[in-house]
């Protein structure tokens, strides 16, 4: 459900014009869609320290996407990548994106 909010999110603020709250909100979704390969990660670990499986699954529930949620929300509120460019900057390339 999260991943289609932030998604929609995204869809919602580039249709608006919005190019750096829609590049945040694709940074959120990004997160949620890597946190499944989070989860192939931290499971056969946390089943190597001695978990049953039905402990490790809800470690890894939570493990494999909230750690990664609240870091990619501090590295967004931090300003992630400083001032945004303008349409002059950008040259070519934002004619051809934005035909």
């Given at each position: ?33 890597f946190s499944a390969v989070y ?21 890894v529930s939570w493990l494999c ?35």
């Amino acid at each position: 459900m999260a991943w289609f909010t932030t998604n929609l999110f995204a869809l919602i603020k580039i249709k608006k014009g919005k190019i750096k709250e829609h590049e945040k909100w694709m940074m959120r979704n990004y997160m949620l869609t890597f946190s499944a390969v989070y989860l192939r990660i931290y499971l056969p670990i946390i089943l190597g320290c001695g978990a049953s499986i039905e402990q490790a699954l809800m470690i890894v529930s939570w493990l494999c996407w909230v750690p990664t949620m609240v870091g990619m929300e501090v590295y967004i509120q931090s300003g992630f990548g400083g001032k945004q460019k303008s349409k002059e900057q950008l040259g070519d390339s934002f004619l051809l994106t934005n035909a």
